[in-house]
């Protein structure tokens, strides 16, 4: 069960294929070393919570999957240091850990939870002042149903249909808007564009379809 989730070239490569471009994302703007502490919420098999406890940082894995964290736990007990992983929601982790992290990530989760507002205050909660936190969603556009449900799940079928429900993608512009209401700032908004015949993934300034966006919590300085 393990080695399906962390099969790179399994049902979870285009995770696999991501994760490099997520974690530089990530590393790029905060601090990721000994004295960090980091969680991953929506951890899945822990694909990503993994490569950020390289770092030497305290790192936790939440979901609510039973199937996932036994996963993730399962391929954990190789790691030196492994991450910490816990079956719970994000509001419940929120209201026993608040203002306990440095580095906060939730990708690819937003598009699939019935009240992202929730799970953004959630994040918003558990980190320190100036703290960092990195969303990763989809836009609302056509050409984000075009690419992320016709391509993805139809055609190319990198994922399985009904992946996506487009009517819970969201803008960038509504995700910073709700965020600016707990207390978080915008720093970086990038595009994430997937090249098809190199099946690699990149950063760009176009993000009609996949995006990145990293806030920080205000100080109050």
Known sequence: MALDWWDKEGHCKPLHDLNPLRLAFIQSHAPLNSHTKVVDIGCG????????????????????????????????????????????????????HAGQFDVVTCMEMLEHVPSPLSVISACAML?????????????????AFLFAIIGAEYVMKMLPRGTHDYE????PSELAAWSRDYDLIL??????????????????DDVSVNYLMHFEKDDGL
């Open 127 to 143: 980190l320190k002042p100036g703290g960092h936190l990195f969303f990763s969603t989809l836009n609302r556009t056509a050409k």
């Open 187 to 204: 720093k970086n908004l990038k595009g994430v564009s997937y090249q098809p015949f190199s099946k690699t993934y990149t950063l760009s």
């Open 45 to 96: 098999g822990g694909i990503l919570t993994e490569a950020l406890s390289h770092f030497g940082a305290e790192v936790w894995g939440i979901d609510q999957s039973t199937k996932a964290l036994n996963i993730a736990r399962e391929h954990a007990k190789a790691l030196k240091v492994p991450p910490r992983y816990e079956y719970v929601t994000a509001e419940e982790f929120a209201q026993s």
């Open 168 to 171: 819970r993608f969201i803008r």
